[in-house]
């Protein structure tokens, strides 16, 4: 490489630092990458706009908002994306909003995303996501709102999102998680906001409170019992009936048969 075009890296790399930052370019492209967007609403989401997508609070992408030259919000609601959300991602790193809620997105929850330090809001729901939900979303300790539910998100709701004390807003409703609720959501302490059955039913293997208890344990016995009886009593009507059934129809044969036999007996 000769000094002149040094020089000249040297001056365009300058000239971009002060409007481009190569990690929410990096970001914007891998997800663009790894979302589908059949309807093609992501329109001016074009590789010459990530490499300088702000000016001001406002961005060349239309659903992000800029802060400071840095993306700080995403949100691509009820677009029909579809494909996964990229690990990359996590680049965009002053990002306070995610929201991608409401469209078919597929695959997991990148646990990348505890790279997000300053995550605040966290809205997937309405998705088709799947796999466990990460423990390691704990390390965006300033996450106030986790709302995760339409999904198919399975596993057991990890302990550690107890952890997140800024946390008013939680509903993982219609998911396939299971196990117990962690007591640190489900009954939380002191002055923290708690939540109500709502941000866990329409999970099958999930239990514990505030969910309603479940009584499978006392009601299967007493429910095997039951339908024991009852369909014994249901055979025995059954068959009960049955013979009745074939009295009557071997009663009227033999009525007939009587019949028939009467008519060819001449009379005299
Ligand atoms: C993007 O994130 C990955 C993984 O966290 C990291 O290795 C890479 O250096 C980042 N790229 C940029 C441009 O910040
Ligand atoms: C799309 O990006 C271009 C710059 O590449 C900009 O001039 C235009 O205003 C943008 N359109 C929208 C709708 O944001
Ligand atoms: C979602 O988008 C469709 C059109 O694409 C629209 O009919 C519907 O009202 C939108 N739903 C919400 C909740 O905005
Ligand atoms: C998440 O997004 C959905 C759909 O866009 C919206 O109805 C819901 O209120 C949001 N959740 C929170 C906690 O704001
Ligand atoms: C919830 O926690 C309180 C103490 O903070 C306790 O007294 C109560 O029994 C707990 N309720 C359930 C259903 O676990
Ligand atoms: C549950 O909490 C939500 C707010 O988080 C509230 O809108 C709803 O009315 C509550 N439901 C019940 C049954 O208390």
Known sequence: ???????????????????????DEACLTHLTQSLKD????LQNWTKSNFANPCYGFTSYLPG??????RIYKLSLTNLSLQGSISPYLANCTNLQSLDLSSNQITGP???????????????????????????????????????LHDNFL????????????RLSAF??????????????LGNRSGNLPRFNATSFLGNKGLYGYPLPPMKTKGLSVLAIVGIGLGSGFASLVLSFTGVCI???????KLALEDGKISQLMPDY
Do not use: H
């Open 1 to 23: 490489m000769g000094f002149w075009s040094v020089v000249l890296f040297t001056l365009l790399a300058c000239a971009s630092v002060s409007i481009s930052d190569p990690s």
């Open 38 to 41: 059949p309807t093609n609403s």
């Open 64 to 69: 992000a908002t800029c802060n400071n030259g």
């Open 109 to 147: 929850i990148p646990a990348d995303l505890q790279s997000l330090v300053n995550l605040a809001v966290l809205n997937l729901s309405s998705n088709r996501l799947d796999g466990e939900i990460p423990p390691q979303i704990t390390m965006c300790a300033y996450l106030n709102v986790i709302d």
């Open 154 to 165: 399975s596993g057991q709701i990890p302990q550690q999102l107890g952890l997140l004390v």
């Open 171 to 184: 509903d993982v409703s219609n998911n396939k998680l299971s196990g117990p609720i962690p007591v640190s």
């Open 246 to 252: 074939w009295l009557k129809v071997t009663e009227q």
